[in-house]
């Protein structure tokens, strides 16, 4: 968990990560091999695939039935079908010899729909440029998103590093173990080389599954909610903990198991030191 942000936040090398900023906000991706044989825990939840193009049709087999959908739909839903390397285009000769594309490269430009059939393979197979008039979207590589958050100068600014710092917010991040293109997440205080420092949330990496949670990490929003506030909202503070004062938490948050939606993903809540739990805090 602690390296793979780390490595991509000294390197921003585009063989290891790409970023993208607005202002000064900005989103870091792991660049990964696409996975040969991909189990469904292993599909990319949160990022993008790039897609190399050819005239004809590569091999594999066909994923359902045709449907008819924009270039970045396609690239978008290929990503979501466990091992689906890429897709054919049919009746049409275009684009041929482009390379590295993604979704991104699609905006603005025109929104036309085509028949696409999906193909699964557990190897990439390029096209067989015999076959005519189909082009083929060839998967070449995955990026996942690990970090979202406010930037400065290159780095993450997700920590007061002197007492009057006021210009850092608190920021998300994905932690992929291993080959895995999922993980659980953390939401609070990170240090410029994005380790856990200060105060944050670890959440469980089903929470992927909720919609709600996904949309607020992708934008780099709080998820909180009525049914779920964020832990900043709960009925507990550091002076509960000296004196063991529990009882509003124990009754609003622990009786009648209201905990399964009040803390619906949460893992633990509290002060973290180098990356680990560490002071006062809820693990769940």
């Not at 049914?227 to 002076?239: G, I, L, R, T, Y």
Request: with cysteine.
């Amino acid at each position: 968990e602690k390296g793979k942000i780390s490595e991509a936040l000294v390197s921003m090398s585009p063989r290891k990560t790409v970023t993208r900023t607005d202002l000064n906000f900005g989103k870091v991706f792991l660049k990964e091999k696409v996975m040969q044989n991909e189990e469904p825990n292993d599909l990319i939840q949160s990022g993008f695939a790039k897609f190399g193009v050819y005239a004809g049709e590569m091999a594999g087999a066909d994923y359902k039935e045709a449907e008819v959908l924009t270039i970045p739909e396609a690239m978008k839903k290929c990503c979501a079908i466990q091992n689906c390397k890429g897709f054919v285009v049919e009746n049409q000769d275009i684009w041929d010899g482009a390379r590295n594309l993604s979704h991104m490269d699609f905006v603005g430009k025109s929104a036309d729909r085509y028949t696409i059939r999906f193909k699964t393979d557990t190897e990439i197979i390029m096209a067989d440029t015999k076959v005519r008039n189909k082009t083929s979207f060839c998967r070449t590589s995955d990026y996942s998103l690990i970090l979202n958050g406010k930037f400065k100068d290159d780095t993450i600014s997700a920590y007061p590093v002197h007492a009057s710092h006021e210009a850092w917010k608190p920021a998300w991040s994905h932690f992929l173990v291993g080959n895995k293109r999922q993980g659980r997440f953390y939401h609070g205080q990170l240090t410029q080389d994005g380790q856990r420092q200060g105060i944050g949330t670890l959440y469980e990496a089903d929470a992927r599954n909720d919609e709600k949670f996904l949309d607020a990490f992708e934008s780099g929003a709080t998820w909180t909610s009525e049914q779920s506030p964020h832990p900043e909202n709960w009925p507990v503070e550091a002076e509960s903990f000296k004196d063991s004062n529990f009882e509003p938490f124990i009754k609003e948050y622990l009786l009648e198991q209201k905990f399964l939606t009040k803390m619906r993903f949460v893992s633990y809540h509290g002060m973290w030191q180098d990356n680990m739990p560490h002071g006062y805090g809820i693990q769940h």
